[in-house]
Nanobody, 126 residues
Framework: QVQLVESGGGLVQAGGSLRLSCAVSGRTSSSYAMGWFRQAPGKEREFVAAINWSGDSTYYGDSVKGRFTISRDNAKNTVYLQMNSLKPADTAVYYC???????????????????WGQGTQVTVSS
């Protein structure tokens, strides 16, 4: 079983920064691709970013490209999401997810991710 625990959310002013962390535990978890998704009230869950198991391949949603950076430290079993230049539109619950299936390309689909954290709230004030 794989468990994911997010942290680092909070309230920040527009233009500010936050770094989210996702602590991953469980067997072979360091071999999984990892993703971040977010969901705002009344909206569907949205892909934010993904990273492969080695950390040398990443992919970002169009709305965060150039502002957010995903990274991982397999020695610490932790995945990060550095969020800069935050906007009120970034307000959402952010979820970390793990994809246990090896794929040729990183998946943007929430349905492909097998394990999920409980989420952490990010609120950006204007």
């Amino acid at each position: 079983q794989v468990q994911l625990v997010e942290s680092g959310g909070g309230l920040v002013q527009a233009g500010g920064s936050l770094r989210l962390s996702c602590a991953v535990s469980g067997r072979t978890s360091s071999s999984y691709a990892m993703g971040w998704f977010r969901q705002a009230p009344g909206k569907e869950r949205e892909f934010v970013a993904a990273i492969n198991w080695s950390g040398d391949s990443t992919y970002y949603g169009d709305s965060v490209k150039g502002r957010f950076t995903i990274s991982r430290d397999n020695a610490k079993n932790t995945v990060y999401l550095q969020m800069n230049s935050l906007k009120p539109a970034d307000t959402a619950v952010y979820y970390c997810a793990a994809d246990r299936i090896w794929r040729r390309a990183l998946s943007l689909s929430s349905g492909d991710y097998d394990y999920w954290g409980q989420g952490t709230q990010v609120t950006v004030s204007s």
